[in-house]
């Protein structure tokens, strides 16, 4: 078997045929391909939909696994992950959709080049007014040569061209079992997951094809972010984690780029509820939260000009914010 494709499905009933339809409607090989559909227990029609498709569509190769309760993204991919048979698994998000034909390039060029990570392109599909940056640039890059996860990160960083999310990628399965594992409970677990699996690779490349198409949408996590503040311990939670690991990798390359991006995890707790709207009570809870824990210092302590700046205006929240709104209008702060 050359590549498992692993389906979180939870309330997706609206999405999940589209999804089915990009792998199956498609003129790929399907023979070397298995997709695997975690159930994590939703309230909608979204599992009977997937037999009925199976059913109405003879289809062989989907096998649906069952969590007895709502587990979430991260332990539903982690399923996946222990029941996978493929040589190289690609993580799909039910509402999303997958270009088949591009991806079984990329299965057969990792699989000659025996990658424990290839990475490719995305586009976004967007279906919600909120104003939520992906990050996700359809322009074209340069395929680059194969390097070890430590130079990878390092030059993604330096040409800012890391993107966090696992979809983006696909991996080689005795790669990732029983060493990685997204952290139960995170929302944003890319966040944490993708700069550990990607500095620990000693083979990994950028391949230039767009084959995942993502869709943005009212309801899901990133734009439920401007409604309430759950999200912020994830956030605290992330930069925890990355902390610790960073203190694994302290005479590689990638350990300052890891150390910016924390520090920009930091500054991203007050910046996004002023980039994305929320309410005067949750902004003045997170106001709180930043002075409690004392967030500033740790882009206080980065080598980055910019960054150490900002995290000195964070110690005064309510200047930070006036300047920010000016400088973010001006294109001179992301």
């Not at 995170?186 to 993502?214: G, H, M, W």
């Not at 439920?224 to 759950?230: A, F, G, H, L, S």
């Not at 990355?242 to 203190?247: G, I, R, S, Y």
Request: glycine share 4%; proline share 2%; hydrophobic share 35%.
């Amino acid at each position: 078997m050359k590549l498992s494709i692993i389906i979180p499905v939870y309330n997706v009933e609206k999405y999940i045929i589209d999804c089915l339809d990009s792998i199956y409607q498609s003129k790929a090989d399907l023979d070397q391909v298995e997709v695997l559909c975690i159930d994590d227990k939703g309230n909608d029609n979204s599992i009977e939909l997937i037999k009925e498709y199976v059913k109405s569509n003879k289809i062989s190769n989907l096998t649906i696994l069952y969590h007895q309760q709502n587990k979430g993204l991260s332990e539903a991919r982690n399923t996946g992950i222990s029941q996978a048979t493929g040589k190289y698994i690609c993580f799909l998000d039910s509402d999303d959709m997958i270009e088949m034909s591009k991806l079984e390039k990329m299965v057969d060029k990792a699989i000659a080049q025996d990658l424990d990570i290839l990475e490719g392109n995305m586009k976004e599909v967007s279906e919600t007014k909120v104003n939520i940056q992906s990050g996700i640039e359809e322009e074209n890059r340069d395929t680059t040569e194969i390097l070890n996860g430590d130079k990878y990160f390092y030059m993604s960083a330096k040409n800012e061209r890391y993107f966090p999310m696992a979809c983006s990628r696909i991996y080689k399965s005795i790669y990732l079992k029983g060493k990685f594992f997204f952290k139960p409970g995170l929302k944003f677990e890319d966040e944490e997951f993708s700069p550990r699996v990607i500095i620990s690779a000693n083979r990994i490349q950028y391949y230039d094809t767009i084959f995942y198409i993502y869709r943005r949408r009212d309801d899901s996590i990133t734009t439920n972010m401007t409604k309430n503040n759950q999200w912020v311990d994830s956030y605290l939670e992330i930069m925890n984690s990355l902390t610790e690991f960073a203190k694994t990798i302290r005479d590689k390359k990638s350990y300052g780029p890891l150390q910016e991006r924390i520090a920009n995890f930091a500054l991203s707790i007050l910046k996004n509820p002023i980039a994305y709207g929320t309410t005067d009570e949750n902004l003045k809870e997170i106001i709180n939260l930043v002075k409690e824990k004392k967030l500033y210092k740790i882009p206080q302590k980065s080598k980055n000009r910019l960054i150490k700046l900002q995290g000195y205006l964070m110690q005064y929240p309510k200047l930070f914010i006036r300047i920010y709104k000016k400088q973010k209008g001006m294109g001179e702060w992301k």
